[in-house]
């Protein structure tokens, strides 16, 4: 999705803007521009389509500084990707301004400034915003007030940024359904659509809330709230450090967050399991009694969130002993569920933006749920901020598209969530602490998985020119398919899909020849045989099977059939997570056979603030 970034100091802010810029690559985008108030007080705008640093490169071309500026990458929706469509747009009289989010009565916008002979030089909903602003300002003469004046037209989803040259001490900022931050600097402040973009300026940030209009000055901070009136926000220290969102000696962000995951999942249960107990206020102070009131889960989230739900539906069925749904949030907002009494909503969002995911929070929270649960990575965001009950994966920042090691944080929250329920709903004290056992050895068991790579590696080789494949598991093992098919695919950009093995004989099977790699995942469960039979079939039609199966599992490579032993001892409760690594390594390599763009794979975002 789109960036923003801003500054206002005493000093050259156009490296700040550039490093966050590239700070924020990892969201998605395809051009960048930046807008800056010279030394003369002029508006000098640079765009470019591609990279940053294509952006950079023009910058030294055409030196550009200036104290005041605000830059952005683009994520087309509205007009291809072009320097045309890029932002800063601009309006008349030295008004620039930079956009995240969707403006769904922009046609209409634009038909009324047509016909006040504002000329359009682009096919954004962006440039309308721009025009609307000057067409305010010329009848309230202070931008701050057009701005105000603007957003109280506008349908739709924004984030904006806006400068103009006759206001060379302010950044205007409005914030509706997309997120921004400011960072409070030293007589110099900052805006960025996330800390992120900001962490090497400062520690500090003010987070707005939805509506409000904020102005920012070197040394002051102005915020309105959606009613118009003054109001105090927070400023909030942020923990993450500056090099938390750099590679160190990883070539892709991706491998380093796949190794970085026995961490992250042991930092996701330190403090909230401790002498064989789950401590149920991690979740907020009012846990107890709503776990102990729930009746009925509906999981609802998105991608590769919507697989960590789908697999924990099986562990709160078969665990907690309660109804458990899952959907995907772009389906789910637009049902009229019906709610059984006391079931709990969770939503699961790594970004904690998505805003199918944060659309349907709202619904749901106008439909009679007893109440509300978000497990998600980042604690400043709008999910978590909504929320009633909140569980944070402690992952540090994702930056490769793909998510990784969010998922697997992600599955851990949720086992401690599985844990929670089942204490109010039967599990005794033993049961509870067999089941915190198995989670705080997941770390241990991620780290013996990763010494596969290298074999993983060597396999990708045979994966590296097909077209197609197909990952098969069984029970919980199949929301792991489909995420091994997700990554695959998402990054690769192999064709993949993902069944439920017992599933194939029903059409699937059609597509099986030499041609067409399998891969199963088989840890040692109770549906371990049924798998076996369904693997038959596939070899019985020269099918070519690739699976990672337990060392108990009595599985042997043969012809055509490739095992890769996995480590012993998993249990039904850690499995989920441990074989989603051998999947995520396989994908990262064959992606990287195909020279594909590994951390920013083609049309793709990391953050979809977009419908
Ligand atoms: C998967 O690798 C993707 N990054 C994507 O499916 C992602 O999980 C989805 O867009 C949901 O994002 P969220 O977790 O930030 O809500």
């Not at 000093?11 to 003369?40: C, K, T, W």
């Not at 320097?83 to 969707?102: C, F, L, M, T």
């Amino acid at each position: 999705m789109c960036g923003i970034v801003g500054a206002i100091a005493d000093r050259n802010i156009v490296p700040i803007l550039i490093e966050g810029l590239r700070r924020l690559e990892y969201r998605g985008y395809d051009s960048a521009g930046v807008a800056v108030l010279n030394s003369s007080g002029h508006l000098r705008r640079l765009r470019t389509v591609g990279k940053v640093k294509m952006l950079q490169d023009a910058i030294v071309e055409t030196p550009t500084d200036g104290q005041l500026g605000i830059a952005h990458t683009r994520w087309a929706t509205h007009g291809v990707p072009s320097e045309r469509n890029a932002h800063p747009h601009i309006s008349r009289d030295g008004i620039a301004i930079v956009h995240n989010g969707i403006i769904e009565n922009h046609e209409e916008l634009r038909e009324e400034l047509t016909s006040l002979g504002y000329t359009f030089t682009s096919e954004t909903d962006t440039e309308v915003i721009a025009h609307r602003i000057h067409h305010h300002k010329q009848k309230l003469g202070d931008i701050f007030r057009a701005v105000r004046a603007t957003v109280a037209e506008l349908e739709g989803a924004y984030a904006l940024a806006v400068v103009s040259e006759d206001s060379p001490d302010r950044i205007i900022l409005a914030r509706a359904g997309c997120p921004v931050v400011i960072g409070v600097g030293n007589n110099e402040n900052f805006v960025a659509s996330d800390v992120s973009a900001l962490l090497p300026v400062t520690r500090k940030f003010i987070f707005l809330d939805e509506g409000d209009v904020a102005e920012i000055r070197r040394q002051d901070v102005r915020v309105l709230d959606a009613e118009g009136n003054t109001a105090h926000r927070e400023v909030r220290e942020s923990a993450l450090s500056a090099d938390a969102a750099e590679k160190g000696d990883y070539p892709h962000f991706m491998l380093k967050e796949i190794f970085e995951q026995p961490r992250a999942v042991a930092q996701t249960l330190e403090e909230r399991v401790a002498g064989g107990k789950l401590l149920e206020a991690a979740f907020g102070p009012l846990a107890t009694e709503i776990f102990r009131r729930t009746e009925a889960v509906q999981i609802v989230a998105c991608g590769t969130s919507y697989h960590a739900g789908a697999v924990a539906k099986y562990y709160i069925e078969q665990i907690a002993r309660l109804p458990c749904w899952v959907e995907i949030a772009s389906e789910y907002r637009y049902r009229n569920p019906v709610v059984p009494k006391n079931t709990l909503f969770v939503t699961i969002s790594q970004s904690g933006e998505t805003a199918d995911t944060l659309a349907a929070l709202r619904m749901a929270k106008q439909s009679g749920y007893l109440s509300s649960l978000s497990i998600c990575n980042v604690p400043e965001s709008s999910l978590v901020r909504e929320s009633e009950l909140v569980l944070l994966t402690r992952a540090g920042p994702e930056i490769g598209v793909a998510s990784t090691k969010a998922f697997t944080t992600q599955l851990t929250a949720l086992g401690m969530l599985v844990v929670a329920l089942a204490k109010h709903h039967g599990a005794d004290a033993e049961r509870e602490r067999g089941l915190v056992q198995r989670l705080i050895e997941i770390p241990g068991l991620i780290e013996k998985t990763l010494h596969l790579e290298p074999t993983i590696k060597e396999l990708a080789k045979r994966f590296a020119d097909k077209h197609h494949a197909l990952f098969l598991g069984r029970g919980q093992m199949h929301p792991i398919a489909m995420e091994g098919a997700l990554k695959l695919k998402e990054i690769s950009y192999i064709h993949a899909e993902a069944y439920a093995a017992g599933e194939l004989k029903h059409g699937p099977l059609a597509l099986v020849d030499a041609d067409m790699p399998v891969i199963t995942v088989a840890p040692n469960n109770d549906l371990l045989e049924k798998l076996k039979s369904n693997l038959q079939e596939v070899r019985a039609r020269g099918g070519e099977l690739y699976v990672f199966a337990d060392p108990d599992s009595g599985m042997q490579s043969s012809d055509g059939v490739t095992i890769i032993t996995m480590p012993k001892h998993v249990s039904h409760f850690q499995a989920a997570a441990v074989y989603s690594i051998p999947l995520q390594l396989l994908s990262y390599h064959c992606a990287i056979l195909r020279g594909t763009d590994v951390d920013q794979p083609r049309n793709l975002a990391k953050s979809v603030t977009v419908e």
